[in-house]
C-alpha cells in the first residue's frame, strides 16, 4: 500500500506504529527506499498539520480527532534506534551504513540510542531478574545460542541454581540453531525489556545501554 508512496510520506506513516510493527514493514521495502526512509525519520522533528491531511486513506484512522494526533509518537533519533533494535543485523548493518554516509553524527546519535541484545550485560541484577521472569523459557534458550559465555553466567547468575542448572543442560542438548532464529527470539525479549521501561519498572540509562539499568 505504502511501497509507491514519497519516502516522506512513508516515514511519516512509520513514526505512528508500534517500533517492531514498522521494522517489519520497513524490512519490505527495498533496500534504497528504505534506506531513504530511516533518514527521514531520524530527522524528523514532528508533522505539520496540513502535511498529515495531505496523506492518503492510510492515516485516516490516525486523524479521527485531533487528540489522537497529538498524543501519537513522532521521529527522532529514537524513533530511528527502537525501529533498527527489531531490524535483523545485516538490514541494520546496512541502513546504518547509509545513514552514516549521509550523515556521520547522526548515525552515531542513533546507534548511541540503540538497545541490543549484548546490552543486556550493562543490566544490574535486579534489572535481569525482572526480565527473566517475563520471558519463556524456549526463548531464552534459543536467544543464549551463541551469545557470550559472561552474557550467559550473567543469565545463570540471577536464576536460581537448579533452574540454572536446567537451562545450561537445555542449551546443550539444543544443539546447532540457526541465526535467523536466534535474532527473531533476541528480538522478542527486546521487546519484553522495551515493555518494562514504558511500564517504568527498569530504565534505560547511559550511552547505547553502558551504564546499568536501574529501577
Request: glycine share 6%; no cysteine.
Given at each position: 500500500?505504502?511501497?509507491?508512496e514519497?519516502p516522506?510520506?512513508?516515514?511519516?506513516?512509520?513514526?505512528?506504529?508500534?517500533?517492531d510493527?514498522a521494522?517489519e514493514i520497513?524490512?519490505?521495502?527495498?533496500?534504497?527506499l528504505r534506506?531513504?526512509?530511516?533518514?527521514?525519520?531520524?530527522?524528523?522533528?514532528?508533522?505539520?498539520?496540513?502535511a498529515m491531511r495531505?496523506?492518503?486513506?492510510?492515516?485516516?484512522?490516525l486523524?479521527?480527532?485531533?487528540?489522537?494526533?497529538?498524543?501519537?509518537?513522532?521521529?527522532g533519533v529514537?524513533?530511528?534506534?527502537d525501529?533498527?533494535?527489531?531490524?535483523?543485523g545485516?538490514?541494520?548493518a546496512?541502513?546504518?551504513?547509509n545513514?552514516?554516509e549521509?550523515?556521520?553524527d547522526l548515525?552515531?546519535?542513533i546507534?548511541d540510542?540503540m538497545f541490543?541484545?549484548?546490552?543486556?550485560?550493562g543490566l544490574?541484577d535486579r534489572s535481569v531478574q525482572?526480565?527473566?521472569r517475563?520471558?519463556?523459557?524456549?526463548?531464552?534458550?534459543?536467544?543464549?545460542?551463541?551469545?557470550?559465555?559472561?552474557?550467559?553466567d550473567?543469565?545463570?547468575k540471577?536464576?536460581?541454581?537448579r533452574?540454572?542448572e536446567a537451562l545450561?543442560?537445555?542449551?546443550e542438548?539444543k544443539g546447532?540453531v540457526?541465526?535467523s532464529?536466534v535474532e527473531?527470539?533476541?528480538k522478542?525479549i527486546?521487546?519484553?525489556?522495551?515493555k518494562l521501561?514504558?511500564?517504568?519498572?527498569?530504565?534505560l540509562?547511559?550511552?547505547?545501554g553502558?551504564?546499568?539499568?536501574?529501577?
Open positions: 500500500m505504502i511501497r509507491n514519497h516522506q510520506i512513508i516515514a511519516t506513516i512509520m513514526v505512528h506504529l508500534e517500533r510493527h521494522s520497513l524490512n519490505l521495502l527495498p533496500e534504497r534506506n531513504d526512509v530511516m533518514v527521514r525519520i531520524a530527522t524528523l522533528e514532528g508533522v505539520q498539520p496540513m495531505e496523506l492518503n486513506e492510510v492515516l485516516t484512522q486523524l479521527s480527532g485531533g487528540e489522537i494526533t497529538k498524543k501519537s509518537s513522532l521521529g529514537k524513533a530511528a534506534a525501529i533498527l533494535n527489531f531490524m535483523g545485516a538490514v541494520e546496512s541502513v546504518l551504513a545513514i552514516r549521509h550523515d556521520a548515525a552515531q546519535k546507534q540510542q541490543t541484545f549484548d546490552n543486556i550485560l544490574d525482572l526480565l527473566l517475563e520471558v519463556q523459557s524456549e526463548t531464552l534458550i534459543v536467544a543464549l545460542k551463541g551469545t557470550s559465555q559472561e552474557l550467559k550473567l543469565i545463570f540471577n536464576m536460581s541454581s533452574a540454572a545450561k543442560e537445555d542449551l542438548a546447532a540457526r541465526l532464529e527473531a527470539e533476541q522478542e527486546l521487546k519484553i525489556v522495551r521501561v514504558d511500564e517504568g519498572q527498569i530504565v540509562g547511559g550511552k547505547g553502558e551504564e546499568a539499568l536501574v529501577g
